[in-house]
């Protein structure tokens, strides 16, 4: 029999760790917001970074909520471990190493289902691969694109370009002189060397909802015998 104390700290720890899943969900909308405030220059982007980065982050937030809700301790500490991992990316990130670390420790609080820490364990295993596998995969399929700027300044018109063996037009979107091909004026052209691709930005939507569905579906399995195992009082 679990002594109650110990069963009320261990639901205090997963309360809370459900609470810091939602804050990593909120901080990643403030992510993309900030993202999409930045001045990027040149044409719109294809995928746009303001929704697949934070798109991450806010999945390792869902799963924190779920799992925590399941008192899943190896899973809340997974997605502990992807929110570490994410800092990677850029340094605009590094905010999340603190509710990384809450649900490491959170996570380390919560008393496991003494059924099936095995498969728990698999499933926690799993979450940090999809995760960083879906940012590996959206990073590692970037492209370059060339392109030229049309118009005026107060009213520009951007047309992806083919580049000139991979070096682009003449260097981040400087000034330059001459006419387009369509007789227009080009006043302004750029390479873009990291662009995000639809591919990649499908590959990471793949992985995410393969992480989603494997939390869900494998915390169904266990739900009667998890809540069963913590009655309320």
Do not use: K
């Not at 110990?6 to 720890?13: E, L, Q, S």
């Not at 960083?132 to 995969?137: D, I, P």
């Not at 951007?158 to 000034?175: I, K, L, R, W």
């Amino acid at each position: 029999m679990v002594d109650p104390g110990i069963a009320d700290r261990a639901d205090g720890a997963a309360r809370l760790a459900g609470m810091v899943g939602l804050v990593v969900v909120g901080m990643a909308v403030a992510l993309g917001a900030f993202i999409q405030l930045q001045d990027h220059g040149g044409p719109p982007e294809v995928v746009p970074r303001s929704v697949v980065i934070p798109a991450l982050y806010a999945t390792a937030g869902v799963v924190a909520i779920i799992a925590s809700y399941q008192r899943r301790s190896p899973v809340v500490m997974a997605a502990g471990v992807a929110c570490l991992v994410g800092i990677i990316l850029s340094i605009a990130v590094i905010p999340f190493v603190i509710p990384g670390i809450l649900l490491l420790a959170t996570g380390a609080r919560i008393t496991p289902d003494a059924g099936r820490p095995g498969r728990d364990g698999a499933v926690a295993a799993a979450v940090v691969v999809l995760i960083v596998g879906a940012g590996v995969a959206l990073l590692a399929t970037t492209g370059g694109r060339c392109w030229e700027e049309t118009g005026t300044a107060a009213s520009p018109t951007y047309t992806v370009t083919a580049c000139d063996n991979g070096s682009g037009a003449e260097g981040n979107g400087q000034a330059v002189g001459g006419e387009a091909g369509s007789g227009t004026e080009v006043i302004g052209s750029g390479y873009d060397g990291g662009a995000l691709t639809l591919t990649g930005a499908a590959l990471e939507a793949a992985l995410l909802l393969v992480t989603i569905t494997l939390v869900v579906a494998t915390a169904r399995a266990g739900a009667g015998s998890t809540m069963a195992s913590h009655p309320s009082s």
